[in-house]
């Protein structure tokens, strides 16, 4: 019982250093590259117009779907990791 509830704590840890991750990549393109960094940014183009209005119009919604499959990756890599995977 004690070594399944330090898995169960090793694995609740792992799972919110994946979300806590996934969460600095998301600011990090839809508040930092679109909005706080855009000045930087803007001499460089893409597509047309400047990366800081790419990634505010289509470049933060494309890294969304990104982090979504990336976090349904990780997710089953750690079921399996720690036994808890679904069959």
Same mark, same amino acid.
């Given at each position: *019982?004690?070594? #399944?509830?330090?898995?169960?704590?090793? =694995? $609740? /840890?792992? #799972?919110? &250093?994946?979300?806590?991750?996934? %969460?600095?990549?998301?600011?990090?393109?839809? =508040?930092?590259?679109? *909005?706080?960094? &855009?000045? $930087? %940014?803007?001499?460089? /183009?893409?597509?047309?117009?400047? %990366?800081?209005?790419?990634?505010? !119009? !289509?470049?933060?919604? %494309?890294?969304?779907?990104?982090?979504?499959?990336? =976090?349904? $990756? &990780? *997710? #089953? /890599?750690?079921?399996? /990791?720690?036994?808890?995977?679904?069959?």
């Amino acid at each position: *019982m004690s070594e #399944n509830q330090h898995d169960l704590s090793g =694995y $609740w /840890k792992a #799972n919110v &250093r994946i979300i806590l991750s996934c %969460l600095v990549v998301w600011a990090l393109c839809s =508040y930092g590259f679109a *909005m706080g960094f &855009r000045p $930087w %940014l803007s001499g460089i /183009k893409i597509g047309g117009t400047d %990366l800081g209005f790419w990634f505010a !119009q !289509q470049g933060s919604i %494309l890294t969304f779907i990104v982090i979504i499959f990336f =976090y349904s $990756w &990780r *997710m #089953n /890599k750690l079921d399996k /990791k720690f036994g808890v995977g679904e069959e």
